[in-house]
Structures are given as C-alpha cells and as structure tokens.
C-alpha cells in the first residue's frame, strides 16, 4: 500500500523560499503508471492544485502561481519537492503531496498535509 508523507518547516517568513519534502514508499514514483503532485488548502478555501511531476520527470504547474514553483525529485530516495519562492502571507495553508493515475485527475492516495505558515 502507498503511503506519502510530507515534511519541512511549519513557518516561513515573507518573501522567501518554501520547501517542502514528499517522502514516498510503497510503490516508485518511477512508476509509469503515476504521476505525483502538491495541492494546498487554505483555512477556509478550497483546494488549490499547485502542480505535478510525471514518472519520467516532465513537470506542470499551475499558471497562477507565476513560475515561482519547482518540483524536484530525488529517485535514489524515492522524493520529490516542492519549491515555492517568494511567497506571502496569503499562501498559508495545509499542504499535501498526492498520486495521480497517469492521464487522469484521479487522485488515488495522499499524505495527512503539513500546515506552512507564511508570518514574519
């Protein structure tokens, strides 16, 4: 059974660089038949999908968010990242790491979500 787990630090400060960590195991994120993805949720708001990195390391991410996203991976761990730079305030929330079925919005497992605060 997969399992995701998200960590990195709880509180950022303006301006600069959120990174957080997916920590993988039960299947590789290798594997072709998924794709593996950041979403947040701000206190009160919907789910904002945040972008994606496919099994062969194409990634995608949301136009709104202005290039300032990354999303590495490290396959010798079986991780992947999310970087986010300059953020604000407004981009507090809980964020989750998630698995996609390849060629689908179908998401079919995710991690319990780490609350980042963004607050000098």
């Known amino acids: 059974q997969v399992q995701l787990q998200e960590s990195g630090p709880g509180l950022v400060k303006p301006s600069q660089t959120l990174s957080l960590t997916c920590t993988v195991s039960g299947d590789l994120i290798t594997t072709s038949d998924y794709a593996w993805s950041w979403i947040r949720q701000p206190s009160g708001k919907g789910l904002e999908w945040m972008g994606i990195?496919?099994?062969?390391?194409?990634?995608y991410y949301n136009p709104t968010l202005k290039c300032r996203a990354s999303i590495p991976r490290d396959m010798s761990k079986n991780q992947y990242s999310l970087n986010l730079r300059d953020v604000t305030p407004e981009e507090t929330a809980v964020y989750y790491c998630?698995?996609?079925?390849?060629?689908?919005?179908?998401?079919?497992?995710w991690g319990q979500g780490t609350q980042v605060t963004v607050s000098s």
């Open positions: 998630a698995r996609a079925v390849a060629e689908t919005i179908k998401y079919d497992a």
């Open positions: 990195i496919s099994y062969d390391g194409f990634t």
